[in-house]
């Protein structure tokens, strides 16, 4: 099921939205010892400058093959070996990852939709103990060029409603990310499965 209202801009448009580097440096990546992976990678504006922060394997996933195809490119383009690529519908069939064996999990731009407990769930399944949950939306308090409906925008309160009951806690880390997003992330607890 792909996610409506997931349709992409034109790609350097889309890549002038984000301070990319401010997020990058949000994620704290020298903590993150084991596979990154990105749901809904679009054209990879986040995985190219994530794999080259980190000596860690990124897994980029996206239900089109075309986004997957331009992520390749560039990821060709940036020399860089740290990543793989898959084309699938994470939403319907997981990520077919092993439990337990990722140290982030990236969910940017793309929680705006009622079953997004199935994605929190999945990230969940795939985190090591402490893994962290990174997700990022745009905001609702402010005018923002591009973005989906407002009424479908989550917010950080959402995204913790959406986790009760997961073993996905907030970690204290919740923030603009300037100029049109909001961030926050969720750890898992420490206890062995
Ligand atoms: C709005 S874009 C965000 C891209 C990227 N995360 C970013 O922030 O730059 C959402 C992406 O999620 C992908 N997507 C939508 N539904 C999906 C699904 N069920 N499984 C995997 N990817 C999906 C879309 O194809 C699109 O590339």
Same mark, same amino acid.
Request: charged share 25%; with cysteine.
């Given at each position: 099921m792909k996610v409506f209202d997931s349709g992409m801009p034109e790609e350097a448009y889309w890549n002038s939205l984000f301070d990319v580097p401010l997020i990058v440096d949000w994620l704290n990546l020298k903590n993150v010892s084991a596979p990154i992976v990105e749901v809904g990678c679009g054209y990879g504006t986040f995985t190219i400058p994530v794999a080259k922060e980190t000596?860690?394997?990124v897994d980029a996933f996206d239900i089109e093959s075309s986004m997957i195809d331009t992520v390749r490119r560039n990821v060709r383009q940036a020399?860089?070996?740290n990543v793989r690529f898959f084309v699938r519908d994470v939403v319907e069939e997981g990520t077919g990852l092993e439990s337990g064996s990722v140290g982030m999990v990236l969910l940017f731009n793309i929680l705006h939709f009622d079953e997004r407990r199935i994605l929190l769930e999945e990230a969940c399944?795939? +985190?090591?103990?402490? !893994?962290?949950?990174?997700?990022?939306?745009?905001?609702?308090?402010?005018?923002?060029?591009?973005?989906?409906s407002v009424h479908t925008r989550p917010d950080q309160q959402l995204i913790l409603d959406s986790?009760?009951?997961?073993? +996905?806690?907030?970690? !204290?880390?919740s923030r603009i990310l300037?100029?049109?997003?909001?961030?926050?992330q969720l750890i898992k607890s420490n206890k062995q499965p």
């Amino acid at each position: 099921m792909k996610v409506f209202d997931s349709g992409m801009p034109e790609e350097a448009y889309w890549n002038s939205l984000f301070d990319v580097p401010l997020i990058v440096d949000w994620l704290n990546l020298k903590n993150v010892s084991a596979p990154i992976v990105e749901v809904g990678c679009g054209y990879g504006t986040f995985t190219i400058p994530v794999a080259k922060e980190t000596d860690v394997e990124v897994d980029a996933f996206d239900i089109e093959s075309s986004m997957i195809d331009t992520v390749r490119r560039n990821v060709r383009q940036a020399g860089i070996s740290n990543v793989r690529f898959f084309v699938r519908d994470v939403v319907e069939e997981g990520t077919g990852l092993e439990s337990g064996s990722v140290g982030m999990v990236l969910l940017f731009n793309i929680l705006h939709f009622d079953e997004r407990r199935i994605l929190l769930e999945e990230a969940c399944r795939i +985190l090591r103990p402490n !893994g962290a949950a990174a997700i990022i939306h745009w905001r609702k308090d402010i005018a923002t060029p591009r973005g989906p409906s407002v009424h479908t925008r989550p917010d950080q309160q959402l995204i913790l409603d959406s986790v009760s009951g997961l073993d +996905l806690h907030f970690s !204290g880390n919740s923030r603009i990310l300037e100029p049109y997003h909001w961030g926050i992330q969720l750890i898992k607890s420490n206890k062995q499965p």
